[in-house]
Each structure stands twice: as structure tokens, then as C-alpha cells.
């Protein structure tokens, strides 16, 4: 079971930027899988971006393609999500995810460990 603290979360304007932090521990991560998803209020969380932990691969909801970069930091077990052009429909609580390396999204988010969500909040 691998065990996820996130930080970074925050109030920003439009048009700003965040960065957000997942640390992970508990165990080796090579052949995981480690993301983000988001979920406003009322609606499902969503995927938001993925990035395989070996290789370095990553994914990314077309809705914030080109605006968000996911990375990840081997030494610190850490990945981040780096948020720039920031809009008001981004506002959500951001979780991050750990999972085994899957093709499929929903089976890695099934398998799964999740932390425990940072809020995000853009103003318009």
C-alpha cells in the first residue's frame, strides 16, 4: 500500500499558476503508475493527468493539455503538477493517485491508493 501526502493547494486568479505536490511512501514505485484527478463541486471526479513512473510517460485530459504539466522527482518520490493558466472551471479538490501500471486509467485508479485532496480554487 503506498501511502500519499499532497500539498500545494490554493486560492489563485485567473490566469495564475499553482504547483501541486504528492509525496509518496511505503513502498517502490517502478512499477507504478502516479496522477492526478480533480472533482468540482456536484459533478464526478475526473482524470486529469498520469505519468508512468519508470519510463517517465505522461498523459493528459485534453481539457488541460498545453495548461498543466505533470512530472516527477525519483530522488523525493515525489510528483508534481504544475498548473499555469489557470481558469475558473479548474477549481476543484486535486487528488493524487498511485497505482500499478495498467493501459487503462480506470483500472489504475481502481487499484489504486489516494490521497487525501487539496483544494483548488481559481477567481475569476
Known amino acids: 500500500q503506498v501511502q500519499l501526502v499532497e500539498s500545494g493547494g490554493g486560492l489563485v486568479q485567473a490566469g495564475g499558476s499553482l504547483r501541486l505536490s504528492c509525496a509518496a511512501s511505503g513502498r517502490t514505485l517502478s512499477s507504478y503508475t502516479m496522477g492526478w484527478f480533480r472533482q468540482a463541486p456536484g459533478k464526478e471526479r475526473e482524470f486529469v493527468a498520469t505519468i508512468t513512473w519508470s519510463s517517465g510517460s505522461t498523459n493528459y485530459a485534453d481539457s488541460v493539455k498545453g495548461r498543466f504539466t505533470i512530472s516527477r522527482d525519483n530522488a523525493k518520490n515525489t510528483v508534481y503538477l504544475q498548473m499555469n493558466s489557470l481558469k475558473p472551471e479548474d477549481t476543484a479538490v486535486y487528488y493524487c493517485?498511485?497505482?500499478?501500471?495498467?493501459?487503462?486509467?480506470?483500472?489504475?485508479?481502481?487499484?489504486?491508493?489516494w490521497g487525501q485532496g487539496t483544494q483548488v480554487t481559481v477567481s475569476s
Open positions: 493517485i498511485a497505482g500499478p501500471t495498467f493501459p487503462s486509467i480506470t483500472t489504475i485508479a481502481g487499484l489504486g491508493s
